[in-house]
């Protein structure tokens, strides 16, 4: 039974630029939510994508989007890179049909921003 | 008041012992609570959910206080092995869908 993944697993950027982050769900999972987590610190909601649409989003600029594809596989993108969004960026995938609420990790992406 | 609040620790106890971490949660309204647990530089691994009548797995026991709005963990017979952060998760009311992370609390299990 494959669990979540995620790709890359590292990441060093330059203030300004953009990047791509990907998730694959659990197999016969359909919902995938993405989470932010700095050190010390809880993860932090970004948004949840559900039948391919943003079903939820927290609170976090607008230069944070995602998408969903048709195999519930997912992207976060984050445009002009801050020294702030350096961070451990989770995906977490869960089944709808359950309520959503039991989520499983990937490994996260540890993304840099120099 | 933060929406959910742990003491972040480290509680450092011995092996054997029994530990037990409190969670508060603001919304009253809140619908599902769980307990994740995360190694260093590790994802977070669901531990167990929650409820109202308690929730024991082995060693873990889980109990949800409404009237106080807190969740706790109560681990017994310490093993070197459960030292890790445990992040309490508190989910909203049916219709939304943001859950919202506590800190966690830092477990230290020395010989």
């Known amino acids: 039974d494959a669990g979540v993944t995620q790709s890359p697993t590292h990441l060093i950027k330059t203030r300004g630029q953009q990047v791509t982050l990907r998730c694959s769900p659990k197999?016969?999972?359909?919902?995938v939510s993405w989470y932010q987590q700095a050190l010390g610190q809880g993860p932090q909601f970004i948004f949840q994508y559900y039948e391919e649409e943003e079903r939820q989003r927290g609170n976090f600029p607008d230069r944070f989007s995602g998408h969903q594809f048709p195999n519930y596989s997912s992207e976060l993108n984050v445009n002009a890179l801050l020294l702030g969004d350096s961070a451990l960026y989770l995906c977490?995938?869960?089944?709808?049909?359950?309520?959503?609420?039991?989520?499983?990790f990937g490994p996260g992406t540890r993304l840099t921003v120099t | 008041r933060k929406e959910v609040e742990q003491d972040p620790g480290p509680f450092n106890v011995p092996e054997g012992a029994t530990v037990a971490f409190n969670c508060t949660y603001s919304n009253s309204a809140s619908q599902s609570f769980f307990w994740y647990r995360q190694d260093c530089r590790k994802e977070p691994k669901l531990l167990m959910s929650?409820?109202?009548s308690g929730n024991e797995d082995g060693r873990f026991t889980a109990q949800l206080n409404r009237a106080s709005q807190y969740i706790s963990l109560l681990i017994r017979d310490s093993k070197l092995s459960d030292s890790a952060t445990y992040l309490c998760?508190?989910?909203?009311?049916?219709?939304?869908?943001?859950?919202?992370f506590g800190r966690g609390t830092s477990l230290i299990v020395h010989p």
């Open positions: 977490a995938s869960s089944l709808a049909y359950s309520g959503g609420y039991e989520q499983y």
């Open positions: 197999s016969g999972h359909d919902t």
């Open positions: 998760v508190v989910n909203p009311p049916w219709g939304s869908y943001i859950p919202t």
């Open positions: 929650v409820y109202s």
